[in-house]
């Protein structure tokens, strides 16, 4: 028997659902978080720091546990962190093998850990660049069941690396691979894949109505796909490439039209679905996202166009400039940028498309380049560096 306050006492034993950032992109996948009320100064010091190993990824924070992960270079290895997000102590770690990959940048990890929060959080999910894939208990780490893509499916490892996260989807979990996967979620079970591959695998797919009917909108290095979710079939597909066949940020979904941003001075472009065929209704260089995507905010987009900070609105429109944080990354919450600059600067403004209006600017990082995304969750704001280093900034309210 269901009781009626059983919801209730389920969001209080996870943590309450707006204020957890459970996946890549957070609660909607958009880089926008649906907290309110933190403060944008925070304390003057750090609440935690720890030390992690090499690597890219972001956090995903559910309830009192963080996930993330990293590589030790010495052993060779992956590790899954799980950390209380209020100490920072370690509360499990599940290490396998894996190479660095290092390719013009520092290597190390690149995907963020994806929590099952439709399943009620039991179950965390996690794909790295050379295609192991890992359900993981999210209480204690204990492996649920693991594939290693490349073997069972002949894939080849694009020269970055797979850098797509994990998507939950209902009772299935989505991967880019190149070519799409779906697999049942409690079992590792295959349902799906594509029938061919679209590029290299650096973007995660989002969901999408195409058409009245659910599917998968995935931007990979051919371009941009609309796939049907119930078994993969081929939509409607928009050719876009770069000069590394590098797409790498989420699409962002505005009813029938889809947000799509490349770096390598390719730019930008909306794409309507609402007919037959794809249609580009405009194409600019005004945005050109490398390492992390646009933010929608109030009818505008925000993000890094290379080295400058911009926001743009969703005709193409440049609104505003700020430059001087290097090639950052950012997140949105309550009406207010949360940026990390490249240089380990974080920065909280106004997220208002008139102007730059800068709120506040901590030095976080003194060494270490960064370029993994900033997360909220629960008034505590969580950023990293390639090195490794882990950082827990109370904003909490007084």
């Known amino acids: 028997m269901l009781l009626p306050f059983a919801p209730l006492l389920l969001a209080a034993a996870l943590g309450a659902p707006s204020d957890d950032w459970p996946q890549w992109g957070g609660p909607e996948r958009t880089g926008v978080s649906k907290e309110r009320g933190w403060s944008a100064k925070g304390k003057e010091k750090p609440l935690w720091k720890q030390q992690l190993g090499l690597g890219y990824s972001s956090v995903a924070v559910v309830g009192k546990r963080l996930y993330t992960l990293s590589h030790d270079k010495e052993l060779e290895q992956d590790l899954v962190h799980c950390l209380d997000a209020l100490s920072g102590e370690e509360q499990w770690v599940h290490a396998y093998p894996a190479k660095l990959l290092d390719l013009y940048h520092g290597g190390g990890t690149l995907t963020?850990?994806?929590?099952?929060?439709?399943?009620?959080?039991?179950?965390?999910?996690?794909?790295?660049?050379?295609?192991?894939?890992?359900?993981?208990?999210?209480?204690?780490?204990?492996?649920?069941?693991?594939?290693?893509?490349?073997?069972?499916?002949?894939?080849?490892?694009?020269?970055?690396?797979?850098?797509?996260?994990?998507?939950?989807?209902?009772?299935?979990?989505?991967?880019?691979?190149?070519?799409?996967?779906?697999?049942?979620?409690?079992?590792?079970?295959?349902?799906?894949?594509?029938?061919?591959?679209?590029?290299?695998?650096?973007?995660?797919?989002?969901?999408?109505?195409?058409?009245?009917?659910?599917?998968?909108?995935?931007?990979?290095?051919?371009?941009?796909?609309?796939?049907?979710?119930?078994?993969?079939?081929?939509?409607?597909?928009?050719?876009?490439?770069?000069?590394?066949?590098?797409?790498?940020?989420?699409?962002?979904?505005?009813?029938?039209?889809?947000?799509?941003?490349?770096?390598?001075?390719?730019?930008?472009?909306?794409?309507?679905?609402?007919?037959?065929?794809?249609?580009?209704?405009?194409?600019?260089?005004?945005?050109?996202?490398?390492?992390?995507?646009?933010?929608?905010?109030?009818?505008?987009?925000?993000?890094?166009?290379d080295k400058v900070l911009k926001c743009i609105d969703l005709e193409g429109k440049e609104l505003w400039r700020s430059r001087g944080l290097g090639q950052g990354s950012l997140s949105i919450a309550d009406g207010r940028l949360i940026v990390i600059s490249e240089d380990g600067e974080l920065v909280v403004a106004e997220a208002v498309s008139t102007e730059f209006k800068e709120l506040a600017r901590t030095k976080v990082f003194d060494g270490g380049i960064c370029w993994t995304v900033p997360v909220l969750a629960n008034g505590i704001i969580y950023v990293r560096n390639h090195a490794g280093e882990l950082a827990a900034l109370d904003h909490r309210q007084p």
Request: proline share 6%.
């Open 112 to 305: 963020t850990p994806t929590v099952d929060v439709e399943g009620g959080g039991e179950f965390v999910y996690v794909s790295e660049r050379e295609g192991k894939l890992f359900c993981l208990r999210a209480k204690d780490g204990e492996v649920v069941w693991e594939k290693d893509a490349t073997k069972e499916f002949g894939l080849e490892v694009p020269q970055w690396g797979f850098s797509a996260s994990p998507l939950v989807s209902g009772d299935a979990l989505i991967l880019n691979y190149g070519r799409v996967f779906a697999f049942d979620k409690k079992t590792g079970a295959p349902r799906w894949k594509t029938k061919k591959g679209y590029g290299d695998a650096y973007s995660t797919p989002i969901e999408f109505v195409l058409h009245e009917k659910p599917a998968l909108m995935v931007f990979a290095g051919t371009g941009l796909v609309a796939l049907s979710l119930d078994d993969g079939a081929e939509h409607a597909f928009l050719p876009w490439k770069t000069q590394y066949d590098v797409n790498a940020m989420t699409p962002l979904v505005f009813g029938p039209r889809v947000f799509i941003s490349s770096g390598y001075d390719h730019g930008c472009a909306m794409v309507d679905f609402a007919g037959a065929e794809p249609k580009i209704v405009w194409e600019s260089k005004v945005m050109r996202n490398q390492m992390s995507g646009a933010v929608p905010w109030q009818g505008h987009l925000y993000g890094f166009d």
